[in-house]
């Protein structure tokens, strides 16, 4: 079973204040990807990866950083955190050399910026 | 760009009723059609998946048909159960752009016992 796991679960941080979100991947997956989840709006592509210092831009890319330091780890950046980034973050991988392949999911890391 | 839309975003329904989820997307080229479920504190998980070749999915008693001419991906089950209860989302994938995945909005379906 492919696993992809997120650190930490749940973040408070202040308005202006400086997050890394951590995600790490044990599946030999090429891409990963950083989502957020909001009521309304379902999943949206923050920026994701298809290798060790590659980084695509998402649909949704203002105010965060990512960076891809290895095969496994992929790193989401708030470097001055805003109440809009409240939001559930999904970390996620795939094999994109197969096609049409499946996407696996962390559990999640809720952020509350207050 | 991609987009996949889901018209409801509430779905309330009794055990044994028909379930019917609607999701239109609109993409330049053939995508791959995904439906993803979420349970309570879990990330999405793949229901089933469509691609051109096959035109119909189906997983664990839900269907879903891909309609090139309507651009529907709509989510069926005959008889639902309270432990369908979850949030349905609707995905694609554009083959030719990488494996970018562009979701709906998600349904939340609730099934009383």
């Known amino acids: 079973e492919a696993a992809v796991t997120q650190s930490p679960r749940n973040k408070v941080t202040v308005t202006g204040g400086n997050v890394t979100l951590s995600c790490r991947q044990t599946?030999?997956?090429?891409?990963m990807y950083w989502y957020r989840q909001d009521t309304g709006h379902g999943l949206r592509l923050i920026h994701y990866s298809y290798g060790a210092g590659n980084l695509q831009i998402g649909d949704v890319p203002d105010g965060y950083k990512a960076t891809r330091t290895t095969q496994e780890d992929f790193f989401l950046l708030l470097e001055l955190a805003s109440p809009s980034q409240t939001s559930l973050y999904f970390c996620?991988?795939?094999?994109?050399?197969?096609?049409?392949?499946?996407?696996?999911f962390g559990k999640g890391t809720r952020l509350t910026v207050v | 760009g991609d987009s996949v839309t889901q018209k409801q975003g509430q779905v309330t329904l009794s055990e044994d009723d028909f379930l019917f989820i609607n999701c239109t997307y609109s993409?330049?080229?053939?995508?791959?059609l995904f439906w993803y479920v979420q349970y309570p504190g879990q990330g999405p998980q793949l229901l089933l998946k469509v691609t051109t070749a096959n035109n119909k999915g189906i997983s664990r008693g839900f269907e879903a048909t891909y309609d090139k001419g309507t651009t529907s991906f709509h989510l069926q089950k005959a008889s639902v159960q309270e432990s369908d209860s979850a949030v349905y989302f609707c995905?694609?994938?554009?083959?030719?752009?990488?494996?970018?995945?562009?979701f709906g909005g998600g349904t939340r379906l609730t099934v009383r016992p």
């Open positions: 599946n030999s997956h090429n891409y």
């Open positions: 995905a694609l994938v554009n083959n030719n752009a990488g494996a970018k995945l562009t």
């Open positions: 993409t330049t080229t053939y995508p791959t």
């Open positions: 996620a991988s795939s094999d994109a050399r197969r096609v049409n392949t499946e996407v696996f």
